[in-house]
């Protein structure tokens, strides 16, 4: 009978896509707060682009990990894994700024602007963060 190894793809299946649903709740409740603050201190305070973003950056992120670490991965603290996802946030830090800053200078304008500079940005960064953390930080470390 092979409805054993069925069963596991299932739940297997199953969890993976929970995960998936989870991380991206999570990162859009956290992409409305690093949004927020780009936003915020950029264009309502006059903050310079780089450091707005980077300040949106920290804090969703911070809020993400912590959000996602104890409801979609459910793993115990670990100044380990911790020391992981800081790194690959520093990686997906510079490629999000990189993103992020190269389409507000290509094509300046409006707070649209900002925002698709931002999904560009953040959208890169959800798929390299959910891949690295679910294969290797969450599940090795």
């Avoid at 969703?60 to 894994?81: D, E, I, K, M, V």
Wanted: aromatic content about 12%; proline content about 2%; some cysteine.
């Amino acid at each position: 009978m092979t409805t054993a190894p069925d069963s596991q793809e299932s739940a297997t299946q199953h969890a993976l896509h929970k995960q998936i649903v989870l991380f991206v709740l999570i990162g859009g409740l956290c992409g409305v707060i690093d949004f927020g603050l780009t936003l915020g201190l950029g264009k309502g305070l006059g903050v310079g682009e780089f450091y707005a973003k980077a300040v949106g950056f920290v804090v969703g992120t911070a809020t993400a990990y912590w959000l996602n670490r104890r409801h979609t991965f459910q793993a115990a603290p670990s100044h380990r894994r911790l020391a992981a996802v800081w790194a690959l946030y520093l990686v997906t830090f510079i490629v999000q700024e990189g993103i992020f800053l190269g389409v507000l200078h290509a094509w300046p304008g409006n707070t649209l602007h900002w925002l698709v500079a931002y999904v560009l940005a953040q959208g890169t960064a959800t798929v390299i963060n959910f891949v690295v953390q679910r294969v290797v930080i969450f599940t090795m470390i």
